[in-house]
């Protein structure tokens, strides 16, 4: 890849087109973010699968394609550009940077969709404001209906995250218990991974511009539990001021515990949903059923969760014998071995 601008398409509303923005900006890769109908006046191709954001790249015979799914796209953008990476060289580092980044894509993203589509205060500002980043000038009448049909489908698409009246005690407490865990770890350090990002640190990011600085329910109970958060999701917007060391990453010998406060809640709520969500997957269940935090949780069946879990495995079968023991003992005791065991 070559220092032209990279194209991609997304809106202010996708926590993971926030997530990717804000990786460009800390990596200082030049970038156009398109935004509407942008992409079709340029005859831009369009995804397999309609995803924000989108990312128009060449393929290997130079054709432009668009490319979606913010992890494999950041590991893209390490291999193609060499300065101001995010993935930590240490593979003991690395594999926690990986299971906080999809705990935080597929786990918090839970509680984003679950406060702006189950409470009327967020559905009414979401209603209003989404519609309108797509085509700011658009007549106010034509604005108001396309609001109402947005939030009449994406409230339908509730139970797609497991959000529900059973689930709602249990994203809400986890939302509360992450502020408090994420508020401590950021008494240690500016960043999850230390004294520099982490695809994880950009990760949590996109999720929290959300629900920290957008969505009025979870923005409400950030500000009365956990300035230090909402603060910290404005330091990420743009990063690029940061001049990264090696040894800013944290280290394998010295894992604070407040990084395992993170951990904790990890193996607290994701590990037995994407457990339930694995065996649901396996024997052809309508219905995921778990319990989580001595709760009911009841969702259907996400087939990208379940290759979600077996990436995990993959990457942690893939560490050496002695990466692999350091991070046996760092998960130890949290409830993440769950997600490795047998």
């Known amino acids: 890849m070559t220092a032209t601008p990279l194209l991609l398409s997304g809106a202010p509303g996708s926590p993971y087109t926030r997530k990717m923005l804000a990786v460009l900006r800390y990596r200082l890769i030049p970038y156009r973010f398109l935004i509407g109908e942008t992409p079709a006046a340029l005859g831009l191709p369009k995804p397999k699968v309609q995803l924000l954001p989108t990312f128009y790249l060449p393929n290997d015979k130079g054709e432009m394609e668009a490319v979606v799914d913010s992890t494999p796209l950041i590991r893209r953008f390490e291999a193609a550009?060499?300065?101001?990476?995010?993935?930590?060289?240490?593979?003991?580092?690395?594999?926690?940077?990986?299971?906080?980044?999809?705990?935080?894509?597929?786990?918090?993203?839970?509680?984003?969709?679950?406060?702006?589509?189950?409470?009327?205060?967020?559905?009414?500002?979401?209603?209003?404001?989404?519609?309108?980043?797509?085509?700011?000038?658009?007549?106010?009448?034509?604005?108001?209906?396309?609001?109402?049909?947005?939030?009449?489908?994406?409230?339908?698409?509730?139970?797609?995250?497991?959000?529900?009246d059973v689930t709602a005690p249990v994203i809400e407490a986890s939302y509360l218990r992450l502020l408090d865990a994420l508020k401590a770890h950021l008494e240690t350090a500016p960043y999850i991974m230390g004294k520099r990002p982490g695809a994880s640190d950009f990760g949590f990011y996109g999720q929290l511009t959300?629900?920290?600085?957008?969505?009025?329910?979870?923005?409400?109970?950030?500000?009365?539990?956990?300035?230090?958060?909402?603060?910290?999701?404005?330091?990420?917007?743009?990063?690029?001021?940061?001049?990264?060391?090696?040894?800013?990453?944290?280290?394998?010998?010295?894992?604070?515990?407040?990084?395992?406060?993170?951990?904790?809640?990890?193996?607290?709520?994701?590990?037995?949903?994407?457990?339930?969500?694995?065996?649901?997957?396996?024997?052809?269940?309508?219905?995921?059923?778990?319990?989580?935090?001595?709760?009911?949780?009841?969702?259907q069946p996400f087939p990208y969760q379940g290759k979600c879990l077996a990436w995990l495995r993959e990457k942690l079968a893939a560490l050496s014998d002695t990466d692999r023991k350091a991070v046996d003992a760092i998960l130890a005791g949290t409830g993440c071995e769950a997600l490795f065991a047998g």
């Open 81 to 164: 550009f060499p300065e101001r990476k995010i993935v930590p060289s240490d593979p003991v580092i690395e594999f926690l940077d990986y299971l906080l980044e999809d705990f935080a894509d597929e786990w918090l993203t839970k509680a984003m969709f679950h406060y702006r589509w189950y409470y009327k205060p967020d559905i009414d500002r979401a209603a209003a404001i989404l519609p309108r980043w797509r085509n700011v000038t658009q007549p106010e009448e034509e604005a108001l209906k396309m609001g109402k049909v947005f939030a009449d489908r994406q409230i339908k698409r509730l139970y797609v995250v497991g959000s529900n």
């Open 210 to 299: 959300q629900l920290t600085h957008f969505d009025p329910t979870p923005m409400e109970e950030t500000l009365r539990r956990a300035p230090r958060v909402f603060a910290w999701v404005d330091i990420v917007e743009d990063s690029s001021g940061v001049e990264p060391k090696e040894e800013d990453w944290i280290s394998r010998d010295a894992i604070p515990e407040t990084l395992k406060g993170l951990l904790n809640e990890v193996g607290r709520v994701y590990a037995p949903v994407m457990l339930a969500n694995a065996k649901a997957l396996m024997n052809g269940d309508e219905e995921v059923r778990a319990e989580v935090d001595g709760r009911a949780w009841v969702q």
